[in-house]
């Protein structure tokens, strides 16, 4: 459990900051800094609370503001199958509380770091997912408390933090040519859709499944072809 | 803290972990069935399309910044050189471009 633990710090600080001026986002349309803590620890899922927050914020809708959280959630569904052999054997008590703190960075950190080293199990998952929602829960509380103003942190590179750390994701994950087109598939997609100005949660289900789709089609032809 | 925000928080905590029941719930079944070999490729392909998602409609330096973070993730395979060549390259490409 140490292992994910440490491993996973360099991350968490990333997330600490992303999470602070989350804090200060939802401090400023009403939140208390105890309601942001409490969001944070029985929510769990950084993306999804900003578009909420955001969302509710412009348009006071909280159904709208929730669903739409709740569609960036939705990519969790193929995240967790994924770990559906990590967590093989356990109990349902700890399954559900190893579900419940994995989020993008330690699920992404634990099948990067499981392609290299099958050693690499749930104990990495569960340590690194304990540090993450600890760090989440108190820097978005911190940064509800610190409140008003709101520095432009976009411009020291914040935002970009997680955009390089999923691309070293990516890289662990690359699976060699098989990948190539697939990948392809999932991004352009991906991109088409935020153009055409839906949510980035449908942007990310929409380019994974349209990747799984190209990768459906390349094993049938495939098959056929053999 | 009013009766919305109240609301919003539990919507959002049942939906979030309802939705990680039914990919532990739809994992085993997966597992045991011909698709199996969806849980290999799931990973990469939401990694990509998360990339895909935080570059679209940004600038051409975000981009620029993203190229250079992928050349030392092809490079190192580590995850901290490349956060802290990709913020690095953000922030100058950034600064410069003002």
Redesign the interface.
Known sequence: MKHGAFAIL??AS?AALYGFAFGLLAAQV???WW?VG??SA????GS??IV?VEQ?ANT?A??G??LA??AL?????????????V?DGLSWRI??LA??I?G?EN???T??ERARSRDIGPSFLIGSGLVMISVWTVSTTAGAFAGAVLPDLE?????????????????????GRS?AL??IV??????V???LGAP?AY??????LS??LA?HTI?RTGKVAA | MTSDHWILIAILAIAAFSIRVVGLLAGDKIRASRHAWMLDEIPGLIVVSLIAASLAGQPLTTWVAAAIALCVAHLSHHVIATMVVGVFAYASLSWLAL
Do not use: C
């Open positions: 360099p991350l990333g009403g939140f208390p309601g409490l969001m029985a929510v769990h899922a999804s609370q909420a509710f006071s909280v159904l503001a929730a959280g709740a959630n939705l990519r969790y569904i193929g995240i967790v199958a994924s770990l559906s052999e967590l399954k559900l579900i419940h994995t993008d699920w992404a950190l099948m990067s411009r020291f590179g914040l935002g970009f933090a997680f955009t390089a750390a999923f691309i070293a994701m990516a890289r662990g994950l690359w699976r990948s697939p990948w999932a991004f352009g997609v991906a991109i859709v935020v153009q980035k942007a990310v289900v929409g380019g994974a990747g799984l990768s094993r």
